[in-house]
């Protein structure tokens, strides 16, 4: 166990609704990012937020917004949902090493079905 | 730009048999490359990584990889399979500035057949 909760596991969704999910971060750990792994392929960067600030950035739509809180928990928002929205999605966590690298902690992840 | 390839997306093995996942990398810097695994609606598993120290890495479960700069590969190897091992294994580079993001490759399926 890595000590990343995510919540909820399981959502189903419809076509242009909006979906908040859930990610507590590991304790000590400032940094978190969202990965959209579709089904069959990698998980795919979406964005990072370092200390309640957007840290980078991938190639997905502005309908994909994140939150980072004090506690540096996190929501990533998603609105206006399409059908190919449909995945896992990942959070993970991490936090300096001293060397520059950062290892990631990753969540169970939640999977949203949208129909 | 970073990226890895796998070059395998389906890998079968009988238990008891070598394990070989392959993986190259693009890399401009000396990079940092990990391989997770995934089993069937579970999150990811971090097997090994490795970070510009030894370049055989030992990681969990008896699986290990070696880095190859020359070859720019990171393959991963197990002596012996077993049927725990069935899974999908995803080989990943570390963005060496900035967000140091994950680059995941695209998976390989292992299948370990009694």
């Known amino acids: 166990e890595t000590g990343v909760t995510q919540s909820p596991t399981h959502l189903i969704k419809t076509r242009g609704q909006q979906v908040t999910l859930r990610c507590s971060s590991q304790?000590?750990?400032?940094?978190v990012s969202w990965y959209q792994q579709a089904l069959g392929q990698g998980p795919q960067f979406i964005f990072q937020y370092y200390r309640e600030e957007e840290n980078g950035r991938g190639n997905f739509p502005p309908r994909f917004s994140g939150l980072q809180f004090p506690n540096y928990s996190s929501e990533l928002n998603v609105n206006a949902l399409e059908l190919d929205d449909s995945a896992l999605y990942l959070c993970?966590?991490?936090?300096?090493?001293?060397?520059?690298?950062?290892?990631?902690?990753f969540g169970p992840g939640t999977r949203l079905t949208v129909t | 730009a970073q990226s890895v390839t796998q070059l395998d997306s389906h890998v079968s093995v009988s238990e008891g048999t070598p394990v070989l996942l392959r993986c190259n990398y693009s890399s401009s810097y000396s990079p940092s490359l990990f391989w997770y695994v995934q089993h069937p609606n579970k999150g990811l598993q971090l097997l090994l990584k490795?970070?510009?120290?030894?370049?055989l890495v030992k990681g969990i479960n008896g699986f290990e990889a070696e880095f190859k700069k020359s070859e720019t590969s990171f393959h991963l190897t197990k002596p012996s399979a077993h049927m725990s091992d069935a899974a999908e294994y995803f080989c990943?580079?570390?963005?060496?500035?900035?967000?140091?993001?994950?680059?995941f490759g695209t998976g390989t399926r292992l299948k370990v057949l009694a």
């Open positions: 490795y970070t510009s120290a030894a370049t």
């Open positions: 990943v580079v570390s963005e060496s500035s900035g967000t140091y993001k994950y680059i």
């Open positions: 304790s000590g750990h400032n940094t």
């Open positions: 993970a966590s991490s936090a300096p090493t001293g060397n520059g690298n950062y290892e990631q902690y």
